[in-house]
Nanobody, 118 residues
Framework: EVQLVESGGGLVQPGGLRRLSCAAS????????MRWVRQAPGKEFERVSA????????EYTDSVKGRFTISRDNAKNMLYLEMNSLKSEDTAVYYC???????????WGQGTQVTVSS
């Protein structure tokens, strides 16, 4: 089955850290650029971070630059998001997303909730 499964969400205090993981299966993971996308309560989806096929080129939305790190392990079919210095505004459901050949997000995980609160 072609799927993405996220894990690692939960409740974390402001200033804390969290590592999200995404397990890919059913397709050739190394052939796809990957993204982390989040949706905060009552807000639109926001692209948080992007990584290229080999993992050597990354991009971040301005609000997370210097705090979040995206990475991938193609041998293990895994995508990661290391989140540091978390803020309340980082509270959201985080999705692992595949960028399809047409430039669209063609495969989504089920999402994992991250709540930053004291």
């Amino acid at each position: 089955e072609v799927q993405l499964v996220e894990s690692g969400g939960g409740l974390v205090q402001p200033g804390g850290l969290r590592r999200l993981s995404c397990a890919a299966s059913g397709f050739t993971f190394s052939s796809y650029h990957m993204r982390w996308v989040r949706q905060a309560p009552g807000k639109e989806f926001e692209r948080v971070s992007a990584v290229n096929l080999g993992g050597d080129t990354t991009e971040y939305t301005d609000s997370v630059k210097g705090r979040f790190t995206i990475s991938r392990d193609n041998a293990k079919n895994m995508l990661y998001l290391e989140m540091n210095s978390l803020k309340s505004e980082d509270t959201a459901v985080y999705y692992c997303v595949r960028l399809g050949s047409m430039g669209t997000y063609d495969l989504w995980g089920q999402g994992t909730q991250v709540t930053v609160s004291s």
